[in-house]
């Protein structure tokens, strides 16, 4: 992979004025590319879904600058705000109840009462919002349901001219998205696994995540197939077998190995890499057993959906 790409003030500027002006830009953050627009334009915020070719009832994360910025969008409980402190800025998106007053585009929720909000730890994210003096909204920078960007070519790849710019600041370091849950008074709901894990969240915050229990589709990430590659992908296979992309980890032959020193955070990293290296090659693919440990829960899960079986949801 690349070095960091650092994107210019001049080039920055320009971005914050595309998105000043109503328009969707796509940005790097630390866990993969963003489509952002202003979530008080409803416009721009329309232009998401479309561009995404996204279903309208899939409701959008904000992106904050500040625990005080979120306040003017949702109402943080105690507990809310504990992990705000213990997290942010980073890759935890917190499910919290919806200010009637937030200058928001109603499309952002989906209609729903509630609102997903993050700080991202991308600084050049972080300046965009400052400056736009709003949240940004900001789902994956991929056509819905397909793998999720990692590099400024993957977005480009994926959406193409539907953007009206595209930030490149160099790979992601995280590589999956943001780990979300729901929060009540005094208990937690994991909504998506990701780099954030259920084990780090209880040592914080002394309180242990619970795994979603409702069957609603409250929330389209949580669709079974998702991160679809156009070919069939079999998980938990060993060893690669002729004919095949195998996606390797640890010590053994493959067409891409995730970590040669079975090293989860690297496997988190290149994951979407693996997968749009994988799809480009044509082959059915094949990916070896990942422990199912600390952001190996993540991996397995993105995995699972890409394995999943495409008339199924
Ligand atoms: O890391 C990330 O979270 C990335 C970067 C760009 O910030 N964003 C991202 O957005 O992954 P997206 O739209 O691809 O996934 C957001 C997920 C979706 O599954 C959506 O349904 C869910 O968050 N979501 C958004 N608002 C929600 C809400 N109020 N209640 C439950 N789920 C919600
Ligand atoms: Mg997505």
Not at 46 to 61: D, M, T, V, Y
Not at 129 to 137: D, F, K, R, S, V
């Amino acid at each position: 992979m690349s070095e960091k790409a650092t994107p210019d003030d001049i080039t920055i500027q320009k971005a914050v004025k595309v998105l000043s002006d109503g328009g969707i830009v796509a940005v790097p953050t630390e866990t993969v590319y963003g489509l952002a627009a202003n979530a008080a334009d409803a416009t721009a915020v329309a232009r998401i879904f479309e561009a995404k070719g996204r279903p309208s009832f899939n409701p959008l994360i904000c992106h904050v600058a500040s625990m005080g910025m979120a306040d003017r969008y949702v109402q943080s409980s105690p507990l809310a705000k504990r992990l705000m402190e213990a997290f942010w800025p980073g890759p935890l998106s917190l499910v919290l109840p919806l200010r009637p007053d937030a200058d928001l585009a109603s499309a952002v929720t989906a209609g729903l009462d509630t609102l997903a909000v993050r700080m991202p730890a991308s600084p050049l994210m972080l300046e965009l919002i400052q400056a736009t003096n709003n949240a940004l909204a900001a789902p994956s920078a991929n056509a819905s349901g397909k793998i999720s960007p990692t590099t400024a070519g993957d977005v480009a790849n994926s959406l193409g001219e539907r953007v009206d710019m595209v930030l490149d600041g160099g790979p992601c370091s995280v590589g999956l998205e943001s780990t979300i849950v729901g929060v009540d008074y005094d208990a937690i709901t994991l909504l998506r696994p990701g780099s954030v894990t259920a084990q780090m969240i209880y040592e914080r915050c002394g309180i242990m995540p619970s795994e979603n229990a409702s069957t609603d589709i409250t929330a389209p990430g949580q669709l079974l197939s998702h991160y679809a590659p156009d070919a069939a992908v079999t998980l938990n296979v060993s060893k690669r077998v002729a004919d095949s992309f195998h996606i390797g980890f640890g010590n053994c032959q493959s067409d891409y190995n995730l970590s040669p020193t079975a090293d989860l955070n690297e496997a988190a990293r290149k994951l979407f890499n693996a997968l749009h290296a994988a799809n480009a090659s044509g082959k059915p693919i094949t990916v070896s057993p990942i422990p199912e440990t600390g952001v190996g829960v993540a991996v397995n899960d993105r995995l699972s959906r890409a394995a999943a079986d495409r008339t199924a949801s």
